[in-house]
């Protein structure tokens, strides 16, 4: 005895250094040395094991004290079931729990180890389990284990067949179980009682390991740091009662809120956690094995054996995965005869399969773990469901049966213990994996599948929280917010999720060349089974089952071809959350519910138009009240609901969850030009809103954001239906659908709310004044939403864009009050006075620019706000038209109040150019703007000129109030500038020049007198009849106006000529006015051009419409200017020829004068044949005219300069 304890105590320090620190790992110690893992070379066959302690409650390990020989174990130690200092408070675990299992205990892990489940390890489950089933081929006893999967892990319990049986007869709870037990396996069933000899070994290994730790050893102080305190008894129990099943789990008050309480019944009752990783599989496993150590002993386990039994295969490997999996090197085994220590013997971990009588292959047991990994993972598909596998005594056949199924054949499917435990489970990973949804979204499929199974396997009525909450998660799935986004990344989410199966999809059992998962010769037997081993002896062939070991992916995200059937989605899971809800919700007054398939009748029409935009202020201001009210935390739920109960907080979430899914419905609509859809989706959003702004206690400031976008939707919505009129029949039409869906959405909302909070801003009207006024007053609840917080400056594009919308309506309106007073301007025939509903439209019109413009002058918009100031200056013109009715049309003059509103406009106008600054910062709005300022100046000027205020004004005071009023027309009139305006303005310059050219011309035919002014006159009109002539001839469609300006001036030399005394003088304004008439050829020839052009037309193009011609030429006019031409034309040559004859009689011959006169007279005597034929065509007349044009320039060249 001696020889050994000397031999034992020496030997393990140096076998633990050669294998690198196998040493177990307590909390208070690092993990590092077995992070480093350990690789075994184990009966010649390397097998990898690696373990890390993820969990210990277990203090610094102690000496064990190696008892006398001949000790009499039978008698109980002092300390027998005592609480120890040197354990600590899990000293009565480690020493006196049983080695049965407890039928949760892995859903207690799996509850600490959320991280782990689903995704990185492939079992969780107690050590005793594992060894069981990595024992089936060896072992001729039964096997019974409830298996469940949560994504690719499986948790595995055992299943107590005689203890649910007790139990059954007691609750009624698996009976449905008892039954097909006992019709299928064993139908003479009865309980068996475990013998006196059980109870004998339990009793002496209890007192064996209390004497081990009674010597003075090498004991360490005792931590105060377990990480959890257990009661010193807590696990005491005695095995004639058996494990403790919970009754049928009933959901704590708070799942979401409180994650320990979910896993009440449930808790983790191991003293360690261990991850072991044994070869490829990666489990995570509770043990309770007493492990010692200290002094010179790194770790040992102790075991106490009969001398009188050898160890067999079975012992073997079950000391064997006891030491791997809790990394101990060493096992210390006490040898007694009849309760009589006999001697003491230290085996290595390695040398354990290598025993006498205990001989077993490493390599084998790794098969078998493969082997039966694989036929789990491959026929316990569905999550959710709880697997039976099933192995009877002596037999060698192993069965899987999907008790899930089996249990809802009967009247209670939720009978099964065990779905609550799993929905939980399903239910907490899910929101481990949403924790961190952002960092991986390839896992959206299976936090979908996981949700689904969870929310399938409860029962709607008495777990309503979660299915909430669930349901809830599963809309957060899908970001509303990010739609572009969410597309974008649809691909991804398509891919390997994750290895799992969806609820839908079924496996159909994969079999190999050997028929492994065939059925077995009896039917009767087999058919309720999912899966069948035939032999246990087939586990241990390697890779049996390899070809099926790899799970297949799953859990594909489901694919939202467009932004609609996203949000139907999230709607549709925020509607059976909201049901969840609302069926929670107990109240004593509860009236009838209404029927969701009936729309509530909404009664607010008549209120809303009822008074008009005055109604409509009224209804703004009691929003107002009401938002400024809920800075305050007002509440009023109908439904009675507790502020900061469950019930309270998912129904806030859920409701603002279907507010964001209409609101990017109405969105998506509006995009697609669907107006009326659009308004009936943002409706339901405002109703949305206007419940949770009932229920809320405290209103968060992105709520209210949510809030402002929302009407600023509302708004934008209102605008294009005032703006596509003629297509109201089917926004109606739309904007009165709506789907069942949303009727049982809006019914959970009227429980809390009557939802008309914002009814003046979803109706739909057929009036377009009220149209524009509700998408105003939209904006302005936006903006002032923006104001109650800091809002504004947090969210500076929101609040620019809410600005902007707020200005382009306000516009809007403007226009159409301008358009309406303009409209019964044009009306107003019997009365010459201003009405007071014109009146009343100005001010309203004036009234909404001058807000536009501040809205874009408050976010520095120039443009717009230049487009404004145009807008109003426009308002101002009409105004003025409107005053130029009063007295009769022959007596009319420029009035007072005309020249006041046209003075108010050009000061708009140049406050629109001030604002924009330079022309670069928008040409076509600074081109705009000059030229409306050009046209205001030039109407007034022609205003001043035609209808003189005479009675007033002096007639040089209206002359000069022209010319200053045409010159800075002129100045405002770019004609240089090449553009689609330029033809215009280049007219307009030329009629500027002409009509001053003619006032002058005027000015000069009336005025006596002062000389010195009648030469600034002649110069005057003759400048500006040669600017007119050169801007005419630039444009290819205004000859008649080129012609008439020619002739002016032809007039102009005639009135000259009679001044002038000297025959020199009169021939020399004779030539100049000659060679304004051969000048004017350019102009008939156009006029011929347009001519041709028209006869041509009809031969070649019948069907082309007048409006794509150019403006057919005024045939009246033509005809009229070619007389008055012709008759002008005639006088000159006549006089010419009169001037030319008197002075060659009286001077010497002069051979030009002589030409001039000949050619003169043959044109001059063509002409009068030609006027006297009237038979003549207008067309024969113009060629005429060219061809004796071109002859007086040939034949007067030398003469006329």
């Known amino acids: 005895?001696?020889?050994?304890?000397?031999?034992?105590?020496?030997?393990?320090?140096?076998?633990?250094?050669?294998?690198?620190?196998?040493?177990?790992?307590?909390?208070?110690?690092?993990?590092?040395?077995?992070?480093?893992?350990?690789?075994?070379?184990?009966?010649?066959?390397?097998?990898?094991?690696?373990?890390?302690?993820?969990?210990?409650?277990?203090?610094?390990?102690?000496?064990?004290?190696?008892?006398?020989?001949?000790?009499?174990?039978?008698?109980?130690?002092?300390?027998?079931?005592?609480?120890?200092?040197?354990?600590?408070?899990?000293?009565?675990?480690?020493?006196?729990?049983?080695?049965?299992?407890?039928?949760?205990?892995?859903?207690?892990?799996?509850?600490?180890?959320?991280?782990?489940?689903?995704?990185?390890?492939?079992?969780?489950?107690?050590?005793?389990?594992?060894?069981?089933?990595?024992?089936?081929?060896?072992?001729?006893?039964?096997?019974?284990?409830?298996?469940?999967?949560?994504?690719?892990?499986?948790?595995?319990?055992?299943?107590?067949?005689?203890?649910?049986?007790?139990?059954?007869?007691?609750?009624?709870?698996?009976?449905?179980?008892?039954?097909?037990?006992?019709?299928?396996?064993?139908?003479?069933?009865?309980?068996?009682?475990?013998?006196?000899?059980?109870?004998?070994?339990?009793?002496?290994?209890?007192?064996?390991?209390?004497?081990?730790?009674?010597?003075?050893?090498?004991?360490?102080?005792?931590?105060?740091?377990?990480?959890?305190?257990?009661?010193?008894?807590?696990?005491?129990?005695?095995?004639?009662?058996?494990?403790?099943?919970?009754?049928?789990?009933?959901?704590?008050?708070?799942?979401?809120?409180?994650?320990?309480?979910?896993?009440?019944?449930?808790?983790?009752?191991?003293?360690?956690?261990?991850?072991?990783?044994?070869?490829?599989?990666?489990?995570?496993?509770?043990?309770?094995?007493?492990?010692?150590?200290?002094?010179?002993?790194?770790?040992?386990?102790?075991?106490?054996?009969?001398?009188?039994?050898?160890?067999?295969?079975?012992?073997?490997?079950?000391?064997?995965?006891?030491?791997?999996?809790?990394?101990?090197?060493?096992?210390?085994?006490?040898?007694?005869?009849?309760?009589?220590?006999?001697?003491?013997?230290?085996?290595?971990?390695?040398?354990?399969?290598?025993?006498?009588?205990?001989?077993?292959?490493?390599?084998?047991?790794?098969?078998?773990?493969?082997?039966?990994?694989?036929?789990?993972?491959?026929?316990?598909?569905?999550?959710?469901?709880?697997?039976?596998?099933?192995?009877?005594?002596?037999?060698?056949?192993?069965?899987?049966?999907?008790?899930?199924?089996?249990?809802?054949?009967?009247?209670?499917k939720y009978q099964n213990p065990f779905t609550m435990p799993v929905a939980i489970l399903l239910y907490k990973v899910a929101c481990n994996m949403m924790m961190k949804k952002n960092q991986n979204k390839k896992h959206y499929g299976t936090i979908r599948t996981l949700l689904l199974n969870c929310v399938k396997l409860l029962d709607k009525s008495r777990h309503p929280q979660i299915i909430a909450s669930a349901n809830y998660m599963l809309s957060e799935l899908f970001q509303l917010d990010e739609p572009k986004k969410e597309e974008s990344s649809e691909s991804p989410l398509n891919e390997n999720s994750d290895e799992s199966y969806s609820e839908e999809e079924e496996e159909m059992p994969d079999s190999d060349e050997n028929g492994s998962y065939s059925t077995g010769s009896d039917p009767s037997d087999d058919n309720k089974a999912v899966a069948i081993i035939k032999s246990v002896g087939e586990l241990s062939?390697?890779?049996?089952?390899?070809?099926?070991?790899?799970?297949?992916?799953?859990?594909?995200?489901?694919?939202?071809?467009?932004?609609?059937e996203r949000c139907r989605l999230v709607l549709s899971y925020v509607l059976e959350g909201l049901k969840s809800v609302d069926s929670s919700i107990k109240k004593e007054s509860d009236l009838p519910a209404a029927d969701p398939n009936t729309p509530i009748p909404l009664k607010y029409e008549d209120e809303s138009t009822r008074g008009g935009p005055e109604g409509l202020e009224k209804q703004m201001a009691l929003f107002l009240d009401k938002m400024g009210s809920l800075q305050k935390g007002n509440y009023s739920s109908q439904s009675g609901m507790i502020p900061g109960s469950w019930q309270h907080k998912m129904k806030l979430q859920l409701i603002l969850k279907s507010s964001k899914a209409y609101y990017v419905l109405s969105d998506a609509a509006m995009s697609l030009q669907k107006y009326g859809r659009a308004l009936r989706y943002i409706k339901l959003a405002l109703q949305s809103h206007d419940t949770y702004c009932c229920l809320c206690t405290n209103m968060l400031s992105e709520v209210l954001l949510f809030l402002s976008q929302y009407l600023t939707l509302c708004g934008d919505i209102q605008l294009m239906l005032a703006q596509n009129a003629n297509n109201r029949a089917a926004h109606l039409e739309e904007f009165n659908y709506q789907t069942k869906e949303d009727q049982e959405i809006l019914h959970s909302l009227h429980k809390e709310s009557s939802c008309q909070g914002f009814a003046w801003a979803t109706d739909l009207s057929t009036d377009l004044e009220s149209q524009l006024s509700v998408s105003c007053k939209c904006y302005e609840a936006a903006n002032e939403i923006l104001q109650f917080s800091d809002l504004k400056s947090q969210n500076p594009e929101h609040y620019v864009q809410v600005l902007k919308r707020m200005g382009n309506v306000r516009n809007e309106i403007g226009v159409f009050y301008m358009n309406q007073a303009a409209a019964l301007q044009s009306e107003r025939v019997v009365s010459k006075s201003v009405s007071a509903a014109e009146q009343q439209l100005w001010k309203k019109s004036f009234s909404c620019f001058e807000k536009g413009i501040h809205n874009f002058e408050s976010i520095d918009d120039a443009t717009n706000a230049a487009l404004l100031l145009c807008n109003t200056g426009r308002l101002m013109r009409i105004c003025a038209q409107a005053h130029c009715g009063a007295g009769d049309e022959f007596k009319r003059e420029f009035s007072p109040e005309e020249g006041l509103y046209y003075n108010k406009a050009v000061d708009y106008y140049l406050k629109a150019l001030r604002s924009l600054g330079t022309r670069d910062i928008h040409p076509a709005v600074w081109d705009s703007v000059n030229w409306e300022l050009s046209t205001t100046y030039f109407t007034m000027a022609t205003l001043q000129q035609d209808y003189a205020p005479l009675s007033r004004k002096a007639q040089e005071q209206i002359e000069k109030e022209v010319s200053e009023a045409m010159m800075k027309s002129l100045k405002y009139c770019d004609v240089d500038s090449v553009s689609a305006r330029q033809p215009l303005c280049q007219y307009r310059a030329a009629t500027i020049h002409h009509r001053l050219a003619s006032m002058y011309h005027s000015c000069l035919r009336n005025q006596v007198g002062d000389e010195h002014l009648r030469k600034q006159h002649r110069v005057l009109a003759d400048l500006h009849y040669s600017k007119a002539v050169k801007l005419f001839q630039l444009l290819k469609d205004a000859p008649c106006e080129l012609l008439r300006v020619q002739l002016e001036r032809v007039a102009f030399a005639e009135f000259q000529m009679t001044s002038q005394n000297s025959n020199v003088g009169k021939l020399k304004t004779l030539s100049g006015a000659l060679d304004i008439m051969v000048r004017t050829k350019h102009a008939f020839q156009l006029i011929r051009k347009e001519l041709v052009e028209e006869f041509d037309q009809p031969k070649s193009d019948e069907t082309t419409p007048a409006a794509e011609s150019s403006p057919s030429l005024n045939r009246e006019e033509v005809v009229k200017l070619l007389s008055i031409f012709e008759s002008r034309l005639s006088f000159l040559l006549l006089q010419s020829i009169k001037l030319l004859s008197s002075t060659k009689k009286k001077t010497s011959s002069n051979i030009e004068e002589d030409v001039v006169l000949k050619t003169n007279k043959q044109i001059y005597s063509q002409l009068l044949r030609a006027t006297a034929n009237k038979n003549a065509t207008l067309l024969e007349r113009i060629d005429l005219l060219i061809h004796l044009l071109d002859q007086l320039a040939r034949g007067s060249g030398g003469a006329i300069q």
């Open 1 to 412: 005895m001696g020889d050994s304890k000397e031999a034992g105590a020496e030997a393990p320090p140096a076998g633990a250094a050669a294998r690198g620190g196998l040493s177990l790992l307590t909390q208070g110690e690092s993990e590092e040395p077995a992070a480093q893992g350990s690789a075994l070379f184990l009966g010649g066959n390397e097998v990898k094991s690696r373990a890390v302690v993820k969990y210990s409650s277990a203090p610094p390990r102690t000496a064990f004290a190696r008892l006398e020989e001949k000790t009499d174990l039978k008698l109980p130690p002092a300390n027998w079931l005592r609480e120890s200092a040197k354990l600590g408070p899990a000293g009565t675990t480690i020493l006196g729990n049983s080695k049965k299992s407890k039928p949760f205990s892995s859903f207690g892990m799996a509850y600490d180890f959320i991280d782990s489940v689903g995704n990185d390890v492939d079992v969780v489950s107690d050590s005793e389990n594992i060894k069981k089933l990595l024992k089936i081929p060896y072992s001729k006893s039964h096997v019974s284990m409830a298996v469940h999967r949560v994504g690719r892990t499986l948790l595995l319990d055992e299943l107590d067949i005689q203890e649910l049986f007790m139990r059954s007869s007691q609750t009624g709870d698996w009976t449905w179980l008892k039954e097909f037990y006992q019709r299928l396996i064993d139908q003479k069933w009865q309980r068996k009682k475990k013998s006196k000899e059980h109870w004998y070994q339990k009793a002496i290994l209890s007192k064996f390991l209390y004497y081990s730790i009674n010597g003075d050893g090498a004991a360490q102080p005792v931590p105060a740091a377990a990480e959890r305190q257990e009661s010193p008894s807590s696990d005491q129990t005695n095995d004639s009662q058996g494990p403790s099943w919970p009754a049928p789990f009933e959901m704590p008050s708070s799942v979401s809120e409180d994650p320990s309480a979910s896993s009440q019944g449930l808790k983790n009752d191991f003293v360690r956690n261990i991850l072991w990783t044994f070869e490829d599989i990666h489990m995570l496993v509770g043990s309770n094995m007493p492990i010692f150590g200290g002094g010179r002993y790194p770790a040992v386990s102790l075991r106490l054996r009969d001398n009188n039994k050898p160890i067999n295969v079975l012992t073997g490997i079950d000391y064997w995965l006891d030491n791997l999996i809790c990394n101990v090197p060493e096992l210390v085994m006490c040898f007694h005869v009849n309760g009589i220590v006999q001697k003491y013997e230290m085996i290595k971990t390695e040398e354990i399969p290598n025993l006498e009588n205990s001989n077993f292959s490493t390599k084998v047991i790794k098969d078998i773990a493969q082997n039966i990994l694989s036929f789990l993972k491959s026929n316990c598909t569905k999550e959710g469901h709880t697997y039976w596998l099933f192995k009877a005594s002596g037999s060698d056949i192993v069965k899987l049966y999907d008790l899930t199924t089996l249990c809802e054949e009967t009247e209670d």
């Open 541 to 564: 062939v390697p890779e049996k089952y390899k070809s099926i070991h790899q799970i297949r992916p799953s859990c594909a995200f489901p694919v939202c071809h467009d932004t609609e």
